[in-house]
């Protein structure tokens, strides 16, 4: 079982390199975030108004404009 410490690390790991794809293609980081282990990547279109509130490292959003391009990335 995984400490609060070590979660929050890996939490804190997977917010910096969400934060890395800005810039990129959404599909293009999507491929990227799965590459590294992150399964549970989402990409989240302009008319997205909600999400579920649950932590979870191995989940990165990647918000895109209308171009598909991720204007900011998160973790959890």
């Given at each position: 079982m995984e400490s609060a410490d070590e979660f929050e690390g890996?939490?804190?790991?997977a917010q910096e390199f969400a934060r890395s794809l800005?810039?990129?293609?959404g599909r293009e980081?999507?491929?990227?975030a799965v590459r590294q282990g992150y399964h549970r990547?989402?990409?989240m279109t302009?008319?997205?108004e909600t999400v579920t509130m649950?932590?979870?490292s191995l989940r990165i959003r990647l918000f895109v404009d209308d171009r598909g391009v991720v204007v900011r990335g998160s973790a959890g």
């Open positions: 890996r939490l804190r790991a800005t810039g990129l293609d980081a999507s491929d990227l990547t989402q990409v302009p008319d997205v649950d932590l979870d």
